[in-house]
């Protein structure tokens, strides 16, 4: 979800364990992403190629587009939709909405940027600089916007196919887009969390009216 990853604060028996061939998944893609950062801080985003990425990570081509149909999605896609969507779905039944999402979402900017702070720099400015990046970020709001009107819909008793849950989740996930770009725009000397918090002040209070 845009530059964020979800916290996860659990056990190792609060999930299954995950089976050799999915860590291996997991040990190639995230060896895909490592390459394609080092090489974009080396020579830049337009000038980095598949077959770089590929020859930096020890796995063919044909490998990277496996697990990444473009390059775009080597730099936005992450791990952590689900997992971000099960701490959605942990939260008490009773606890307001706005109350879930806040928590949810600001464990999840504590883990993403405060862990790997470079890498969401990183990540945001190409947001900012290169428009296909920022095209593809668009495309993915509507995969992730879906598994959040899911979540949204079990939270409220409502359709996930509803106009209400859709404007909300989307509305959500315009508001921390936009939050990302800001940072970036102003060369991430904001608190990232901070940023986040004021997009949600808006989005559940509504835009107050400056005063004179």
């Known amino acids: 979800m845009t530059s964020m990853t979800a916290a996860r604060n659990t056990s190792p028996t609060d999930h299954p364990r995950i089976g050799l061939r999915e860590r291996k998944k997991i040990k190639t893609r995230e060896a895909i992403r490592s390459a394609t950062y080092e090489l ?32 775009e999605d080597i730099v936005l896609t992450d791990e952590y939709d689900s997992l971000l969507l099960a701490d959605l779905r942990a939260r008490p039944a009773d606890e307001p909405w706005p109350e879930t999402i806040r928590h949810v979402l600001r464990e999840a900017v504590r ?44 939270r ?34 904001d608190d990232f969390a901070a940023l986040v918090d004021r997009a949600l002040g808006i989005l559940e209070h509504g835009l107050a009216q400056r005063k004179p």
Not at 44 to 64: F, K, N
Not at 125 to 153: D, H, K
Not at 166 to 189: I, T
């Open 40 to 71: 974009v801080r080396e020579q830049g985003y337009d000038a980095t190629t598949i077959d770089q990425i590929a020859d930096r990570a020890e796995v063919s081509p044909s490998t990277v587009f496996r697990y990444f149909p473009t390059k």
């Open 111 to 154: 883990t993403g940027v405060e862990e790997d702070v470079e890498v969401a720099r990183l990540r945001t400015r190409l947001m900012v600089q290169v428009p296909a990046v920022r095209s593809r970020m668009m495309e993915s709001m509507s995969v992730t916007g879906r598994m959040l009107c899911q979540a949204i819909a079990e």
């Open 156 to 189: 409220t008793g409502r359709d996930p196919g509803d106009l209400e849950v859709r404007v909300f989740a989307m509305s959500l996930l315009g508001g921390l887009m936009e939050a990302s770009l800001y940072w970036a725009e102003n060369d991430h000397r």
